[in-house]
Protein backbone atom coordinates (compact mmCIF):
# COMPACT_ATOMS: atom_id res chain seq x y z
CA UNK A 1 0.00 0.00 0.00
CA UNK A 2 1.58 3.26 -0.94
CA UNK A 3 2.48 6.74 1.74
CA UNK A 4 0.61 8.72 -0.93
CA UNK A 5 -2.79 6.70 -0.30
CA UNK A 6 -2.31 6.19 3.07
CA UNK A 7 -2.27 9.79 3.68
CA UNK A 8 -5.34 10.21 1.50
CA UNK A 9 -7.03 7.51 3.53
CA UNK A 10 -6.35 9.55 6.66
CA UNK A 11 -6.82 12.96 5.77
CA UNK A 12 -10.63 12.05 4.50
CA UNK A 13 -10.96 10.07 8.06
CA UNK A 14 -10.23 13.62 9.73
CA UNK A 15 -12.20 15.60 6.77
CA UNK A 16 -15.23 13.67 8.48
CA UNK A 17 -14.97 14.92 11.84
CA UNK A 18 -13.64 18.45 11.45
CA UNK A 19 -15.03 20.15 14.41
CA UNK A 20 -13.06 17.17 16.79
CA UNK A 21 -10.02 17.35 14.49
CA UNK A 22 -9.75 20.47 15.10
CA UNK A 23 -10.64 20.68 19.15
CA UNK A 24 -7.95 18.00 18.54
CA UNK A 25 -5.40 19.84 17.49
CA UNK A 26 -6.28 22.52 19.41
CA UNK A 27 -4.09 21.56 22.34
CA UNK A 28 -1.01 21.15 19.98
CA UNK A 29 -1.69 24.42 18.41
CA UNK A 30 -1.52 26.33 21.72
CA UNK A 31 1.29 24.38 23.00
CA UNK A 32 3.50 24.58 19.41
CA UNK A 33 2.58 28.42 19.27
CA UNK A 34 4.00 28.87 22.92
CA UNK A 35 7.30 27.28 22.23
CA UNK A 36 7.36 29.46 18.98
CA UNK A 37 6.81 32.77 20.92
CA UNK A 38 8.63 31.50 23.73
CA UNK A 39 11.75 30.75 21.89
CA UNK A 40 11.40 33.88 19.55
CA UNK A 41 11.39 36.30 22.89
CA UNK A 42 14.05 34.39 24.57
CA UNK A 43 15.97 34.68 21.94
CA UNK A 44 15.67 38.33 20.65
CA UNK A 45 16.40 39.14 24.66
CA UNK A 46 19.70 37.18 24.28
CA UNK A 47 21.14 38.83 20.90
CA UNK A 48 19.96 42.14 23.02
CA UNK A 49 22.39 41.14 25.55
CA UNK A 50 24.71 39.74 23.42
CA UNK A 51 24.77 42.77 21.46
CA UNK A 52 25.42 44.71 24.53
CA UNK A 53 28.61 42.58 25.60
CA UNK A 54 29.94 43.34 22.68
CA UNK A 55 29.21 46.89 22.76
CA UNK A 56 30.99 47.40 26.12
CA UNK A 57 33.58 45.07 24.63
CA UNK A 58 34.91 41.90 26.04
CA UNK A 59 36.59 41.39 29.46
CA UNK A 60 36.07 44.44 30.58
CA UNK A 61 37.02 45.48 34.34
CA UNK A 62 35.71 48.63 35.50
CA UNK A 63 37.79 50.24 38.55
CA UNK A 64 35.69 53.27 40.23
CA UNK A 65 36.33 55.09 43.47
CA UNK A 66 34.22 53.78 46.28
CA UNK A 67 33.93 55.55 49.78
CA UNK A 68 36.33 57.63 51.89
CA UNK A 69 35.93 58.86 55.82
CA UNK A 70 37.35 62.18 56.50
CA UNK A 71 36.53 63.47 59.98
CA UNK A 72 34.35 60.59 60.52
CA UNK A 73 32.07 61.60 57.54
CA UNK A 74 31.57 58.91 54.98
CA UNK A 75 31.52 59.80 51.43
CA UNK A 76 30.78 57.62 48.33
CA UNK A 77 31.00 57.68 44.38
CA UNK A 78 32.26 61.50 44.25
CA UNK A 79 35.62 60.48 45.87
CA UNK A 80 38.70 60.78 43.82
CA UNK A 81 40.71 58.18 44.66
CA UNK A 82 42.26 56.75 41.37
CA UNK A 83 44.90 58.51 39.78
CA UNK A 84 47.19 58.55 36.34
CA UNK A 85 49.69 56.57 38.52
CA UNK A 86 47.37 53.23 39.96
CA UNK A 87 46.78 53.27 35.33
CA UNK A 88 50.39 53.13 34.96
CA UNK A 89 51.39 50.59 37.84
CA UNK A 90 48.07 48.09 36.94
CA UNK A 91 49.59 48.15 33.00
CA UNK A 92 52.78 47.38 34.70
CA UNK A 93 52.86 45.28 37.46
CA UNK A 94 49.67 43.26 36.87
CA UNK A 95 50.70 40.09 34.82
CA UNK A 96 47.05 39.13 33.90
CA UNK A 97 45.72 42.59 32.43
CA UNK A 98 46.72 43.50 28.58
CA UNK A 99 45.50 47.18 28.99
CA UNK A 100 44.81 49.86 31.46
CA UNK A 101 43.16 53.35 30.96
CA UNK A 102 42.01 55.92 32.78
CA UNK A 103 38.97 58.21 32.06
CA UNK A 104 37.21 61.10 33.82
CA UNK A 105 33.78 62.58 32.88
CA UNK A 106 32.13 65.59 32.92
CA UNK A 107 29.35 66.94 31.68
CA UNK A 108 28.44 70.05 30.14
CA UNK A 109 26.96 71.71 27.62
CA UNK A 110 28.46 71.33 23.71
CA UNK A 111 27.74 74.80 21.59
CA UNK A 112 28.41 74.65 17.61
CA UNK A 113 27.29 77.97 16.06
CA UNK A 114 23.57 78.65 17.06
CA UNK A 115 22.42 75.24 18.47
CA UNK A 116 23.47 73.40 21.63
CA UNK A 117 23.68 70.22 23.41
CA UNK A 118 23.95 68.78 27.10
CA UNK A 119 26.16 65.63 26.80
CA UNK A 120 28.67 63.62 28.63
CA UNK A 121 32.29 65.28 27.86
CA UNK A 122 35.08 61.93 28.63
CA UNK A 123 38.64 62.68 29.01
CA UNK A 124 40.48 59.30 27.22
CA UNK A 125 43.35 57.73 26.45
CA UNK A 126 44.09 55.82 22.77
CA UNK A 127 43.57 52.95 25.36
CA UNK A 128 40.20 52.94 26.10
CA UNK A 129 39.15 53.03 23.19
CA UNK A 130 40.95 49.99 22.49
CA UNK A 131 39.67 48.16 25.28
CA UNK A 132 35.99 49.48 24.43
CA UNK A 133 36.68 48.29 20.48
CA UNK A 134 35.49 51.34 19.46
CA UNK A 135 36.65 53.31 16.52
CA UNK A 136 36.21 56.69 14.80
CA UNK A 137 34.05 56.39 11.33
CA UNK A 138 34.93 59.68 10.66
CA UNK A 139 38.31 61.54 10.95
CA UNK A 140 40.49 59.93 13.29
CA UNK A 141 41.05 58.92 16.78
CA UNK A 142 42.27 60.54 19.92
CA UNK A 143 46.61 59.79 19.56
CA UNK A 144 48.88 59.28 22.96
CA UNK A 145 50.78 62.71 21.34
CA UNK A 146 47.14 64.68 21.84
CA UNK A 147 46.78 63.21 25.35
CA UNK A 148 50.35 64.39 26.09
CA UNK A 149 50.14 67.82 24.68
CA UNK A 150 46.87 68.39 25.96
CA UNK A 151 45.38 69.41 22.87
CA UNK A 152 42.04 70.67 22.20
CA UNK A 153 40.83 68.21 20.02
CA UNK A 154 37.84 66.14 20.50
CA UNK A 155 35.06 63.00 19.07
CA UNK A 156 31.75 63.30 18.58
CA UNK A 157 29.12 60.60 19.46
CA UNK A 158 27.20 59.73 16.66
CA UNK A 159 23.83 61.41 18.37
CA UNK A 160 26.02 64.73 19.71
CA UNK A 161 26.86 64.76 15.30
CA UNK A 162 23.56 64.62 14.45
CA UNK A 163 22.02 66.95 16.89
CA UNK A 164 25.28 69.70 16.50
CA UNK A 165 25.89 68.99 12.81
CA UNK A 166 22.62 66.93 10.97
CA UNK A 167 24.01 65.19 7.66
CA UNK A 168 26.90 67.84 7.34
CA UNK A 169 30.55 66.64 7.81
CA UNK A 170 31.69 67.71 11.73
CA UNK A 171 35.46 66.98 10.91
CA UNK A 172 37.72 70.23 10.92
CA UNK A 173 34.79 72.30 12.83
CA UNK A 174 35.55 74.36 16.06
CA UNK A 175 32.75 73.62 18.66
CA UNK A 176 32.34 75.23 22.30
CA UNK A 177 32.76 72.71 24.82
CA UNK A 178 32.19 74.52 28.47
CA UNK A 179 33.03 77.86 26.41
CA UNK A 180 36.83 76.05 25.56
CA UNK A 181 36.80 76.22 21.28
CA UNK A 182 38.03 72.38 20.57
CA UNK A 183 38.48 71.27 17.12
CA UNK A 184 36.46 68.13 16.27
CA UNK A 185 38.91 65.49 14.27
CA UNK A 186 36.54 62.64 14.33
CA UNK A 187 33.44 60.86 14.95
CA UNK A 188 32.91 57.65 16.85
CA UNK A 189 31.13 54.48 15.52
CA UNK A 190 27.70 54.02 17.10
CA UNK A 191 27.50 51.76 19.92
CA UNK A 192 23.72 52.03 20.41
CA UNK A 193 22.16 51.32 23.95
CA UNK A 194 24.20 50.43 27.18
CA UNK A 195 22.88 47.43 28.99
CA UNK A 196 21.90 50.10 31.78
CA UNK A 197 19.61 51.51 28.90
CA UNK A 198 21.50 54.90 28.01
CA UNK A 199 22.58 56.17 24.92
CA UNK A 200 26.16 55.48 24.75
CA UNK A 201 26.56 57.99 21.56
CA UNK A 202 25.47 60.50 23.51
CA UNK A 203 28.98 61.64 24.69
CA UNK A 204 31.85 63.65 23.31
CA UNK A 205 35.62 62.48 23.82
CA UNK A 206 38.38 64.73 24.43
CA UNK A 207 41.99 63.81 25.42
CA UNK A 208 42.21 63.09 29.28
CA UNK A 209 44.91 65.22 30.21
CA UNK A 210 42.86 68.25 28.48
CA UNK A 211 39.86 66.91 30.64
CA UNK A 212 41.79 66.72 33.88
CA UNK A 213 43.27 70.94 33.34
CA UNK A 214 40.20 72.56 31.57
CA UNK A 215 37.00 70.35 32.23
CA UNK A 216 37.07 69.12 35.27
CA UNK A 217 37.53 70.42 39.02
CA UNK A 218 39.61 68.68 40.90
CA UNK A 219 41.87 69.02 43.70
CA UNK A 220 44.67 67.35 41.33
CA UNK A 221 45.08 67.17 37.69
CA UNK A 222 46.29 63.57 37.52
CA UNK A 223 42.93 62.53 39.23
CA UNK A 224 41.24 60.41 37.14
CA UNK A 225 36.95 59.27 37.49
CA UNK A 226 37.08 55.83 36.77
CA UNK A 227 39.36 53.11 35.49
CA UNK A 228 39.04 50.63 32.27
CA UNK A 229 40.82 47.34 32.84
CA UNK A 230 40.93 44.82 29.98
CA UNK A 231 41.87 41.07 30.97
CA UNK A 232 44.58 39.39 28.98
CA UNK A 233 41.90 36.46 27.86
CA UNK A 234 38.41 35.43 29.37
CA UNK A 235 39.71 32.80 31.48
CA UNK A 236 41.65 35.66 33.50
CA UNK A 237 39.27 37.61 34.20
CA UNK A 238 38.73 37.02 38.08
CA UNK A 239 42.36 36.54 38.74
CA UNK A 240 43.09 40.20 37.41
CA UNK A 241 40.72 41.76 39.22
CA UNK A 242 42.45 40.09 42.44
CA UNK A 243 45.67 41.48 41.11
CA UNK A 244 44.23 44.75 40.61
CA UNK A 245 42.60 44.98 44.09
CA UNK A 246 45.66 43.95 45.91
CA UNK A 247 48.19 46.22 44.34
CA UNK A 248 45.30 49.06 44.85
CA UNK A 249 44.72 48.18 48.31
CA UNK A 250 48.64 48.11 48.53
CA UNK A 251 48.95 51.70 46.78
CA UNK A 252 46.15 53.26 48.62
CA UNK A 253 47.22 51.70 52.04
CA UNK A 254 44.23 49.96 53.10
CA UNK A 255 44.93 47.52 55.78
CA UNK A 256 43.19 44.79 56.73
CA UNK A 257 39.77 45.97 58.19
CA UNK A 258 39.62 49.28 56.44
CA UNK A 259 37.33 50.33 53.81
CA UNK A 260 38.48 50.17 50.39
CA UNK A 261 38.26 53.62 48.78
CA UNK A 262 37.14 51.94 45.15
CA UNK A 263 35.46 49.29 44.07
CA UNK A 264 36.15 46.86 40.95
CA UNK A 265 33.34 45.55 39.42
CA UNK A 266 33.36 42.93 36.22
CA UNK A 267 31.09 44.06 33.77
CA UNK A 268 31.17 40.81 31.55
CA UNK A 269 30.13 38.84 34.75
CA UNK A 270 26.70 41.38 35.26
CA UNK A 271 25.61 40.24 31.66
CA UNK A 272 26.47 36.84 32.34
CA UNK A 273 24.31 36.50 34.99
CA UNK A 274 21.30 38.77 32.81
CA UNK A 275 21.92 36.17 29.81
CA UNK A 276 21.58 33.28 32.89
CA UNK A 277 18.85 34.57 34.01
CA UNK A 278 17.16 35.01 30.70
CA UNK A 279 18.21 31.50 30.22
CA UNK A 280 16.35 30.29 33.12
CA UNK A 281 13.06 32.45 31.94
CA UNK A 282 12.94 30.68 28.66
CA UNK A 283 13.46 27.06 30.30
CA UNK A 284 10.93 27.63 32.67
CA UNK A 285 8.54 28.74 29.78
CA UNK A 286 10.05 26.12 27.84
CA UNK A 287 8.49 23.89 30.97
CA UNK A 288 4.97 24.91 30.70
CA UNK A 289 5.18 24.65 26.74
CA UNK A 290 5.83 21.09 27.32
CA UNK A 291 3.46 20.12 29.54
CA UNK A 292 1.00 21.52 27.34
CA UNK A 293 2.19 19.95 24.40
CA UNK A 294 2.14 16.22 26.55
CA UNK A 295 -1.52 17.05 27.18
CA UNK A 296 -1.93 17.84 23.82
CA UNK A 297 -0.63 14.53 22.98
CA UNK A 298 -2.90 13.07 25.41
CA UNK A 299 -5.75 14.27 23.99
CA UNK A 300 -4.97 13.32 20.45
CA UNK A 301 -4.63 9.64 21.80
CA UNK A 302 -7.39 10.01 23.60
CA UNK A 303 -9.31 10.70 19.92
CA UNK A 304 -7.77 8.63 18.41
CA UNK A 305 -8.69 5.60 20.51
CA UNK A 306 -12.38 6.59 20.73
CA UNK A 307 -11.55 6.80 16.23
CA UNK A 308 -10.51 3.49 17.00
CA UNK A 309 -13.27 2.06 19.08
CA UNK A 310 -15.99 3.83 16.76
CA UNK A 311 -14.70 2.35 13.26
CA UNK A 312 -13.64 -0.76 14.59
CA UNK A 313 -16.14 -2.29 11.81
CA UNK A 314 -14.05 -0.47 8.96
CA UNK A 315 -10.98 -2.09 10.45
CA UNK A 316 -12.65 -5.28 10.10
CA UNK A 317 -13.78 -5.14 6.60
CA UNK A 318 -10.43 -3.39 5.63
CA UNK A 319 -8.78 -6.41 7.33
CA UNK A 320 -10.92 -8.95 5.70
CA UNK A 321 -10.40 -7.47 2.10
CA UNK A 322 -6.45 -7.79 2.60
CA UNK A 323 -5.45 -5.28 4.76
CA UNK A 324 -2.24 -6.39 6.94
CA UNK A 325 -1.66 -5.90 10.71
CA UNK A 326 1.08 -3.65 9.83
CA UNK A 327 -1.72 -1.31 6.99
CA UNK A 328 -3.83 -0.69 9.85
CA UNK A 329 -1.22 0.75 11.94
CA UNK A 330 0.29 2.98 9.54
CA UNK A 331 -3.13 4.42 8.93
CA UNK A 332 -3.75 5.58 12.15
CA UNK A 333 -0.35 6.46 12.77
CA UNK A 334 -0.51 8.18 9.98
CA UNK A 335 -3.33 10.13 11.41
CA UNK A 336 -2.49 10.91 14.60
CA UNK A 337 0.68 12.54 12.68
CA UNK A 338 -1.30 14.07 10.53
CA UNK A 339 -3.09 15.72 13.13
CA UNK A 340 -0.19 17.00 15.02
CA UNK A 341 1.68 18.03 11.91
CA UNK A 342 -1.37 20.03 11.12
CA UNK A 343 -1.38 21.50 14.47
CA UNK A 344 2.24 21.69 14.51
CA UNK A 345 1.96 23.73 11.29
CA UNK A 346 -1.19 26.56 12.50
CA UNK A 347 0.97 26.14 16.10
CA UNK A 348 3.73 27.59 14.52
CA UNK A 349 2.01 30.52 12.40
CA UNK A 350 0.20 31.57 15.72
CA UNK A 351 3.44 31.60 17.37
CA UNK A 352 5.13 33.67 14.62
CA UNK A 353 1.99 35.76 14.81
CA UNK A 354 1.99 36.09 19.03
CA UNK A 355 5.65 36.65 18.88
CA UNK A 356 5.60 40.06 16.35
CA UNK A 357 2.32 41.12 18.02
CA UNK A 358 4.20 41.19 21.42
CA UNK A 359 7.58 42.71 20.12
CA UNK A 360 5.27 45.53 18.71
CA UNK A 361 3.06 46.23 21.31
CA UNK A 362 5.90 45.77 24.19
CA UNK A 363 8.76 46.98 21.73
CA UNK A 364 10.44 43.62 22.95
CA UNK A 365 13.18 42.32 20.37
CA UNK A 366 11.81 38.70 19.02
CA UNK A 367 13.93 36.71 16.78
CA UNK A 368 12.13 33.50 15.43
CA UNK A 369 14.27 31.63 13.58
CA UNK A 370 14.55 28.85 10.92
CA UNK A 371 16.21 26.44 13.67
CA UNK A 372 13.04 27.12 15.66
CA UNK A 373 10.56 26.62 13.53
CA UNK A 374 12.23 23.43 11.80
CA UNK A 375 12.21 21.97 15.90
CA UNK A 376 9.25 22.79 16.35
CA UNK A 377 7.52 21.08 13.08
CA UNK A 378 9.67 17.73 14.06
CA UNK A 379 8.50 17.77 18.07
CA UNK A 380 5.14 18.07 16.85
CA UNK A 381 5.52 15.01 14.80
CA UNK A 382 6.61 13.11 17.00
CA UNK A 383 4.18 14.23 19.24
CA UNK A 384 1.88 12.50 16.96
CA UNK A 385 4.08 9.37 16.66
CA UNK A 386 4.22 8.87 20.17
CA UNK A 387 0.62 9.30 20.93
CA UNK A 388 -0.40 7.72 18.03
CA UNK A 389 1.29 4.79 18.43
CA UNK A 390 -1.17 2.57 21.37
CA UNK A 391 -4.17 3.48 19.69
CA UNK A 392 -3.24 2.30 15.94
CA UNK A 393 -1.16 -0.54 18.04
CA UNK A 394 -4.59 -1.79 19.33
CA UNK A 395 -6.52 -1.26 16.23
CA UNK A 396 -3.38 -3.56 14.18
CA UNK A 397 -4.36 -6.01 17.44
CA UNK A 398 -8.17 -6.55 16.85
CA UNK A 399 -9.35 -9.74 15.28
CA UNK A 400 -10.60 -9.45 12.19
CA UNK A 401 -13.89 -11.29 13.12
CA UNK A 402 -14.73 -9.52 16.36
CA UNK A 403 -13.92 -6.43 14.60
CA UNK A 404 -16.44 -7.22 11.64
CA UNK A 405 -19.60 -8.18 13.79
CA UNK A 406 -18.39 -5.14 16.18
CA UNK A 407 -21.63 -3.00 16.60
CA UNK B 1 -5.75 -29.58 -9.02
CA UNK B 2 -9.83 -28.53 -9.56
CA UNK B 3 -10.21 -28.72 -6.18
CA UNK B 4 -10.80 -25.05 -4.45
CA UNK B 5 -11.38 -25.97 -1.09
CA UNK B 6 -10.61 -29.01 0.20
CA UNK B 7 -11.04 -29.15 3.90
CA UNK B 8 -10.24 -32.33 6.29
CA UNK B 9 -11.30 -33.24 10.29
CA UNK B 10 -11.41 -29.60 10.80
CA UNK B 11 -12.42 -29.02 14.48
CA UNK B 12 -12.73 -25.28 16.23
CA UNK B 13 -12.53 -25.19 19.83
CA UNK B 14 -13.52 -22.00 21.47
CA UNK B 15 -12.60 -21.73 25.22
CA UNK B 16 -14.25 -19.14 27.16
CA UNK B 17 -12.50 -19.03 30.77
CA UNK B 18 -13.86 -22.32 32.04
CA UNK B 19 -16.07 -23.35 29.57
CA UNK B 20 -15.02 -24.94 26.28
CA UNK B 21 -16.79 -25.32 23.19
CA UNK B 22 -16.56 -27.05 20.48
CA UNK B 23 -18.06 -25.42 17.26
CA UNK B 24 -16.88 -27.88 14.51
CA UNK B 25 -16.53 -31.19 15.73
CA UNK B 26 -14.55 -32.72 13.02
CA UNK B 27 -15.66 -31.49 9.21
CA UNK B 28 -14.30 -32.70 5.65
CA UNK B 29 -15.71 -31.36 2.15
CA UNK B 30 -14.50 -30.54 -1.08
CA UNK B 31 -15.39 -27.82 -3.15
CA UNK B 32 -14.64 -27.86 -6.81
CA UNK B 33 -13.87 -25.18 -8.81
CA UNK B 34 -17.41 -23.62 -10.97
CA UNK B 35 -19.43 -24.99 -7.91
CA UNK B 36 -21.84 -22.93 -6.19
CA UNK B 37 -22.64 -24.32 -2.44
CA UNK B 38 -25.40 -23.11 0.02
CA UNK B 39 -24.11 -23.46 3.58
CA UNK B 40 -27.31 -24.10 5.51
CA UNK B 41 -27.94 -24.41 9.34
CA UNK B 42 -29.70 -23.10 12.22
CA UNK B 43 -27.69 -20.51 14.84
CA UNK B 44 -25.14 -22.29 16.20
CA UNK B 45 -24.79 -25.18 13.62
CA UNK B 46 -21.15 -23.88 12.99
CA UNK B 47 -21.67 -22.64 9.56
CA UNK B 48 -20.24 -19.14 10.46
CA UNK B 49 -17.52 -20.93 12.19
CA UNK B 50 -16.90 -22.52 9.52
CA UNK B 51 -16.90 -19.94 7.18
CA UNK B 52 -15.10 -18.04 8.96
CA UNK B 53 -12.14 -21.17 8.83
CA UNK B 54 -12.87 -20.59 4.71
CA UNK B 55 -12.66 -17.13 4.76
CA UNK B 56 -8.86 -17.32 6.30
CA UNK B 57 -10.20 -14.90 9.45
CA UNK B 58 -9.99 -17.83 11.87
CA UNK B 59 -7.83 -20.30 11.91
CA UNK B 60 -8.75 -24.42 12.97
CA UNK B 61 -8.00 -25.68 16.08
CA UNK B 62 -6.86 -28.81 14.20
CA UNK B 63 -7.42 -30.28 10.76
CA UNK B 64 -6.57 -29.37 6.74
CA UNK B 65 -7.60 -27.03 5.05
CA UNK B 66 -6.09 -26.63 1.59
CA UNK B 67 -6.98 -23.13 -0.62
CA UNK B 68 -6.25 -23.51 -4.18
CA UNK B 69 -3.74 -26.51 -2.99
CA UNK B 70 -2.13 -24.05 0.00
CA UNK B 71 -1.90 -25.07 3.34
CA UNK B 72 -3.61 -22.20 4.50
CA UNK B 73 -3.28 -23.30 8.79
CA UNK B 74 0.36 -22.99 8.10
CA UNK B 75 0.37 -19.75 7.37
CA UNK B 76 0.74 -16.17 9.66
CA UNK B 77 -1.45 -12.74 9.73
CA UNK B 78 0.67 -11.17 6.98
CA UNK B 79 0.51 -14.37 4.56
CA UNK B 80 -3.24 -14.49 5.79
CA UNK B 81 -3.79 -11.01 4.67
CA UNK B 82 -2.58 -11.58 1.28
CA UNK B 83 -4.76 -14.61 0.42
CA UNK B 84 -7.72 -13.02 1.55
CA UNK B 85 -6.71 -10.47 -0.72
CA UNK B 86 -6.07 -12.08 -3.87
CA UNK B 87 -7.82 -15.13 -3.64
CA UNK B 88 -10.86 -14.60 -1.79
CA UNK B 89 -13.86 -12.27 -2.02
CA UNK B 90 -16.10 -11.16 0.73
CA UNK B 91 -19.57 -10.31 0.20
CA UNK B 92 -21.61 -9.66 3.66
CA UNK B 93 -25.26 -9.74 5.19
CA UNK B 94 -24.75 -5.57 6.68
CA UNK B 95 -22.79 -5.07 3.15
CA UNK B 96 -20.12 -3.42 5.25
CA UNK B 97 -19.28 -0.89 2.82
CA UNK B 98 -17.17 1.90 4.03
CA UNK B 99 -19.23 5.14 4.71
CA UNK B 100 -18.96 8.41 3.09
CA UNK B 101 -16.78 6.83 0.59
CA UNK B 102 -17.92 6.79 -3.58
CA UNK B 103 -18.97 3.60 -4.01
CA UNK B 104 -15.99 3.10 -6.76
CA UNK B 105 -13.09 3.87 -4.67
CA UNK B 106 -15.11 0.80 -2.32
CA UNK B 107 -14.77 -1.14 -5.21
CA UNK B 108 -10.91 -0.11 -5.28
CA UNK B 109 -9.98 -1.09 -1.75
CA UNK B 110 -8.96 -4.90 -2.31
CA UNK B 111 -6.33 -3.12 -5.01
CA UNK B 112 -5.01 -0.45 -3.30
CA UNK B 113 -3.69 -3.35 -0.80
CA UNK B 114 -2.72 -5.19 -3.86
CA UNK B 115 -0.26 -2.65 -4.32
CA UNK B 116 -1.94 -1.64 -7.66
CA UNK B 117 -1.17 2.12 -8.83
CA UNK B 118 -4.50 4.73 -8.85
CA UNK B 119 -5.04 4.83 -11.97
CA UNK B 120 -5.10 1.03 -13.50
CA UNK B 121 -7.00 0.86 -9.93
CA UNK B 122 -9.83 3.08 -11.35
CA UNK B 123 -10.22 0.97 -14.73
CA UNK B 124 -10.63 -2.01 -13.16
CA UNK B 125 -13.22 -0.99 -10.72
CA UNK B 126 -15.38 0.74 -12.71
CA UNK B 127 -15.31 -2.22 -15.48
CA UNK B 128 -16.32 -4.42 -12.17
CA UNK B 129 -19.14 -1.92 -11.25
CA UNK B 130 -20.17 -2.10 -14.88
CA UNK B 131 -20.31 -5.80 -14.77
CA UNK B 132 -22.64 -5.78 -11.54
CA UNK B 133 -24.98 -3.54 -13.29
CA UNK B 134 -24.10 0.10 -11.84
CA UNK B 135 -22.26 1.81 -14.44
CA UNK B 136 -23.35 5.66 -13.77
CA UNK B 137 -23.55 5.03 -10.23
CA UNK B 138 -19.74 4.80 -9.45
CA UNK B 139 -19.57 7.93 -7.36
CA UNK B 140 -22.73 7.97 -5.17
CA UNK B 141 -22.16 7.56 -1.64
CA UNK B 142 -23.52 4.70 0.27
CA UNK B 143 -26.07 6.55 1.40
CA UNK B 144 -27.12 7.14 -1.70
CA UNK B 145 -27.63 3.34 -2.62
CA UNK B 146 -30.45 1.30 -2.12
CA UNK B 147 -29.36 -1.88 0.03
CA UNK B 148 -29.89 -3.96 -3.42
CA UNK B 149 -27.30 -1.37 -5.07
CA UNK B 150 -25.23 -1.32 -2.21
CA UNK B 151 -24.71 -5.01 -2.35
CA UNK B 152 -23.92 -4.87 -5.67
CA UNK B 153 -21.41 -2.81 -4.36
CA UNK B 154 -19.94 -5.28 -2.33
CA UNK B 155 -20.40 -7.79 -4.99
CA UNK B 156 -18.13 -5.50 -6.96
CA UNK B 157 -15.80 -5.12 -4.60
CA UNK B 158 -15.47 -8.80 -3.81
CA UNK B 159 -14.93 -9.79 -7.86
CA UNK B 160 -12.20 -7.14 -9.01
CA UNK B 161 -8.95 -9.02 -7.58
CA UNK B 162 -10.45 -11.88 -9.70
CA UNK B 163 -10.38 -14.25 -6.54
CA UNK B 164 -10.62 -17.95 -6.82
CA UNK B 165 -13.54 -18.18 -4.23
CA UNK B 166 -16.51 -15.97 -3.85
CA UNK B 167 -17.94 -15.81 -0.05
CA UNK B 168 -21.44 -14.41 1.13
CA UNK B 169 -22.53 -14.42 4.30
CA UNK B 170 -25.85 -14.18 4.19
CA UNK B 171 -25.81 -12.15 1.56
CA UNK B 172 -29.58 -11.33 0.92
CA UNK B 173 -30.35 -11.17 4.72
CA UNK B 174 -30.98 -7.49 4.77
CA UNK B 175 -32.97 -6.97 1.51
CA UNK B 176 -36.63 -7.42 0.04
CA UNK B 177 -37.36 -10.50 -1.59
CA UNK B 178 -37.47 -8.68 -5.23
CA UNK B 179 -34.05 -7.67 -4.41
CA UNK B 180 -32.84 -11.14 -3.27
CA UNK B 181 -34.63 -12.39 -6.57
CA UNK B 182 -31.72 -9.85 -8.39
CA UNK B 183 -28.82 -10.46 -6.17
CA UNK B 184 -29.46 -14.61 -6.49
CA UNK B 185 -30.25 -13.82 -10.36
CA UNK B 186 -26.47 -11.99 -10.09
CA UNK B 187 -25.18 -14.78 -8.35
CA UNK B 188 -26.13 -17.53 -10.56
CA UNK B 189 -25.13 -15.55 -13.95
CA UNK B 190 -21.32 -14.91 -12.03
CA UNK B 191 -21.09 -18.57 -11.35
CA UNK B 192 -22.32 -19.46 -14.56
CA UNK B 193 -18.91 -17.92 -16.16
CA UNK B 194 -17.23 -20.09 -13.98
CA UNK B 195 -16.62 -18.32 -10.56
CA UNK B 196 -16.62 -20.56 -7.92
CA UNK B 197 -18.91 -19.42 -4.82
CA UNK B 198 -19.79 -20.63 -1.26
CA UNK B 199 -22.45 -18.74 0.31
CA UNK B 200 -24.11 -18.96 3.91
CA UNK B 201 -28.29 -18.82 4.28
CA UNK B 202 -30.28 -20.34 6.49
CA UNK B 203 -33.24 -19.14 3.91
CA UNK B 204 -33.98 -22.55 2.17
CA UNK B 205 -35.46 -20.89 -1.33
CA UNK B 206 -32.38 -18.77 -1.34
CA UNK B 207 -30.16 -22.08 -0.88
CA UNK B 208 -32.37 -23.48 -3.92
CA UNK B 209 -29.95 -21.03 -5.92
CA UNK B 210 -26.95 -22.93 -5.57
CA UNK B 211 -26.21 -26.26 -7.05
CA UNK B 212 -25.07 -28.15 -3.91
CA UNK B 213 -26.56 -27.50 -0.10
CA UNK B 214 -24.12 -28.50 2.96
CA UNK B 215 -25.95 -28.58 5.65
CA UNK B 216 -24.72 -28.03 8.77
CA UNK B 217 -25.82 -29.10 12.77
CA UNK B 218 -24.28 -29.43 15.88
CA UNK B 219 -20.82 -29.44 14.80
CA UNK B 220 -21.42 -31.87 12.27
CA UNK B 221 -22.36 -31.85 8.31
CA UNK B 222 -25.33 -33.92 8.10
CA UNK B 223 -26.20 -33.95 4.75
CA UNK B 224 -24.56 -33.30 1.45
CA UNK B 225 -27.07 -32.97 -1.56
CA UNK B 226 -27.22 -31.87 -4.95
CA UNK B 227 -30.31 -30.11 -6.07
CA UNK B 228 -29.65 -28.22 -9.48
CA UNK B 229 -27.25 -28.80 -12.53
CA UNK B 230 -23.41 -27.82 -11.23
CA UNK B 231 -20.97 -27.30 -14.22
CA UNK B 232 -18.92 -29.77 -12.85
CA UNK B 233 -15.60 -29.35 -15.38
CA UNK B 234 -13.23 -32.13 -13.97
Given amino acids: ?407 | MSAVISITDIRRLFIMGEQQFEALKGVSFTVNKGEFVAIMGASGSGKSTCMNIIGCLDPPTSGRYLLDGLDVGRMDGNQLADIRNKKLGFVFQGFNLLARTPAVENVELPLVYAGIGSKERRIIAMAALEQVGLAGKEFNHSSQLSGGQQQRVAIARALVNKPSLLLADEPTGNLDSATTEEIMNLFTALNQSGITIVMVTHEHDVAAFAGRQLTFKDGHIISDSQTGPTDRKD
Fill in chain 1, 1 to 407: MDFLQTIKISLRALRTNKMRSFLTMLGIIIGIAAVIAMMAVGSGASYVISQQIASIGSNIILVIPGSTTSGGLRTGGGAQTLTSDDVKAITSECRSVSLAAGTVRSTGQVVYGNLNWATVITGATPEMFEIREWGATAGRSITQQDVDSASKVCLLGQTVAESLFGSADPVGNIVRIKKIPFTVIGVMERKGQSPQGTDQDDTIFVPLRTAQRNLVRSQHTNNIGALMVKAKNEALLDKAEEEINSLLNQRHRITNGKEPDFTTRNLSEILAVAQQSSKAMSLLLGAVASISLIVGGIGIMNIMLVSVTERTREIGIRMAIGARKNDILMQFMTEAVMLTLIGGLLGIALGAIGATVVSKILSWPTLISIQSITVAFFFSGAIGIFFGFYPAKKAAGLNPIDALRYE
